[in-house]
């Protein structure tokens, strides 16, 4: 697992940045396909999706298709699997890097059973379904590794889409201890730090 994640964070990433036309260019493929699939945008992803920013180094979802069905429809779509460990599962599109994560699990994180519930959907693309995963356990994939610009992030969305901090707070506690997330209580006590300072500047 510890390898996965240093994947997902580092030095795998590909270098061009990642726009909403290309996301478009995947979907599409997908959906030429006529096959019905969910998809739920994460990270940069979902940022870009709201344009909360304008790019990001890769394409990220969560799903609750099964690995099966994804590596079937990917390959059909002329799409390159990377690494087939479903902690973390890599697929190129030429220079472009897609990153799946399976069963309401990232980075050592397991969500609880609304996590779907939750999720806003974005669009339809034929029979392709894509959502973004729910604001509030979107940013606690972002705070569970904590750097800079993960911090940068969390605090643009919040601020962009009126989240609640409170009920961010609760739910991070309801069940960051049991998750894989070092220094759990350090990392939000940094965030709230860091969303303090920027509430007064």
Same mark, same amino acid.
Request: charged residues 35%; positive net charge; aromatic residues 12%.
């Given at each position: 697992?510890?390898?996965?994640?240093?994947?997902?964070?580092?030095?795998?990433?590909? %270098?061009?940045?990642?726009?909403?036309?290309?996301?478009?260019?995947?979907?599409?493929?997908?959906?030429?396909?006529?096959?019905?699939?969910?998809?739920?945008?994460?990270?940069?992803?979902?940022?870009?999706?709201?344009?909360?920013?304008?790019?990001?180094?890769?394409?990220?979802?969560?799903?609750?298709?099964?690995?099966?069905?994804?590596?079937?429809?990917?390959?059909?779509?002329? @799409?390159?699997?990377? #690494?087939?460990?479903?902690?973390?599962?890599?697929?190129? @599109?030429?220079?472009?890097?897609? /990153?799946?994560?399976? /069963?309401?699990?990232?980075?050592?994180?397991?969500?609880?059973?609304?996590?779907?519930?939750? #999720?806003?959907?974005?669009?339809?693309?034929?029979?392709?379904?894509?959502?973004?995963?729910?604001?509030?356990?979107?940013?606690?994939?972002?705070?569970?590794?904590?750097?800079?610009?993960?911090?940068?992030?969390?605090?643009?969305?919040?601020?962009?889409?009126?989240?609640?901090?409170?009920? @961010?707070?609760?739910?991070?506690? #309801?069940?960051?201890?049991?998750?894989?997330?070092?220094?759990?209580?350090?990392?939000?006590?940094?965030?709230?730090? %860091?969303?303090?300072?920027?509430?007064? /500047?």
């Amino acid at each position: 697992m510890i390898r996965c994640i240093n994947m997902y964070e580092n030095k795998y990433k590909n %270098e061009p940045l990642t726009r909403l036309e290309d996301l478009d260019i995947l979907l599409n493929l997908l959906a030429d396909l006529n096959e019905p699939l969910e998809l739920f945008a994460i990270g940069g992803t979902a940022m870009v999706l709201k344009r909360i920013k304008e790019s990001t180094k890769d394409i990220d979802f969560l799903t609750a298709e099964k690995y099966e069905k994804i590596k079937k429809l990917f390959t059909l779509a002329g @799409l390159k699997e990377e #690494s087939s460990n479903k902690l973390c599962n890599i697929w190129k @599109l030429g220079n472009i890097r897609i /990153d799946i994560f399976y /069963d309401g699990f990232i980075m050592g994180i397991r969500f609880p059973d609304d996590w779907r519930k939750l #999720s806003e959907k974005v669009k339809e693309i034929g029979k392709i379904k894509l959502y973004i995963l729910n604001w509030y356990d979107l940013i606690i994939t972002k705070i569970s590794r904590a750097e800079k610009r993960d911090i940068e992030d969390i605090i643009a969305i919040i601020k962009s889409q009126k989240l609640d901090f409170g009920f @961010l707070k609760k739910r991070y506690y #309801s069940f960051a201890e049991t998750a894989l997330i070092s220094d759990f209580d350090y990392k939000f006590k940094h965030l709230e730090r %860091e969303y303090a300072k920027r509430k007064i /500047d």
